[in-house]
């Protein structure tokens, strides 16, 4: 049995040409952007519909955890983050070049 090989449609230089279907249509919409959405829609509360989602107990597991996220971050806010920053001088020195 012979495999069919898909040739895809390269440029020059190697890259991907436009309207090759190797590029993909793009990233697939999240849950936060499906809520945004229908609550846009449906003129909800998102702090209603996370908690909604959140007890749904039917609902895919990845999309609770991003509800109980969502809702974490509203209630109490991001937590802080901090970073440890070392300074070192840098000395720089410019000199004009000499007109000869």
């Known amino acids: 049995m012979e495999k069919k090989v898909k040739t895809v449609k390269r440029d020059s230089k190697g890259r991907l040409k436009k309207g090759s279907k190797a590029i993909s249509p793009g990233r697939p919409v999240g849950v936060r952007e499906k809520a ?23 609902a895919n597991n990845k999309d609770r955890l991003i509800a109980a996220r969502e809702l974490a971050d509203r209630m109490w806010g991001k937590p802080q983050q901090y970073l440890d920053v070392e ?10 070049p000499k007109d000869d």
């Open 36 to 58: 945004r959405e229908a609550c846009k829609k449906f003129n909800v509360d998102p702090l209603f519909f996370f908690a909604e989602l959140l007890a749904d107990a039917t």
């Open 87 to 96: 300074q070192k001088s840098i000395d720089i020195t410019i000199t004009k």
